[in-house]
């Protein structure tokens, strides 16, 4: 594979994956995609404004095109989970346009380097990292965070699948997984 097709191929799967995170809030209420549902307050808007802010980082200021809208610091202990849910003064919509305007920024960064372009990576101790293994960090990240939300969503109405209507539409009902859980959880207990 020539490096343009290698290029394009992370692209596109990063691409799926940030469309598969955002489609977890659909249809879900404001509270819904705020609440926490961890232990350390994770929650579905939260996610997806954690990735933006990564990403505009990543696609961004390592490669010397800082993201034109003001950031918080992952050095400032203030200012360290800022990133990691959303306030009642930023809406659902300003996030998720916040996501779309950094997805823009990033794929333009995509587009006007090669693979092997390198950036400085601060938080990695100042390395020098080409843009290949950015691209597949972010990519590993974006699809580590949709997993998170896949769990997140399943646990609040029990909808899986990567778009809203799917979830709802397609696959067993909710009776088939009522059984398959008891079936699961019996297993577990008889080897406990």
Excluded: C
Aim: hydrophobic share 40%; no cysteine.
């Amino acid at each position: 594979m020539d490096a343009d097709a290698a290029k394009a191929n992370l692209h596109a799967y990063l691409q799926h994956e940030r469309e598969a995170v955002l489609a977890k809030l659909d249809g879900l209420s404001e509270y819904d995609v705020r609440r926490p549902l961890t232990v350390t307050g994770t929650n579905l808007l939260g996610l997806v404004k954690h990735l933006a802010t990564w990403e505009a980082r990543y696609l961004g200021e390592v490669f010397g095109r800082p993201f034109p809208e003001p950031l918080p610091r992952w050095d400032d202990e203030a200012e360290q989970y800022a990133d990691s849910w959303a306030t009642e003064d930023e809406s659902r919509a300003d996030v998720i346009d916040r996501y779309r305007r950094v997805w823009a920024h990033g794929d333009a960064t995509v587009e006007a380097l090669d693979l092997d372009s390198t950036g400085r990576v601060e938080w990695w101790g100042d390395a020098e990292v080409p843009l290949f293994n950015v691209l597949t960090h972010l990519l590993a990240e974006t699809s580590r965070h949709a997993g998170h939300a896949d769990i997140l969503r399943e646990g609040l109405d029990g909808a899986v699948g990567t778009d809203a209507e799917a979830m709802a539409a397609d696959g067993p009902d909710a009776a088939f997984w009522a059984r398959r859980r008891e079936e699961i959880e019996a297993a577990a207990r008889r080897v406990d």
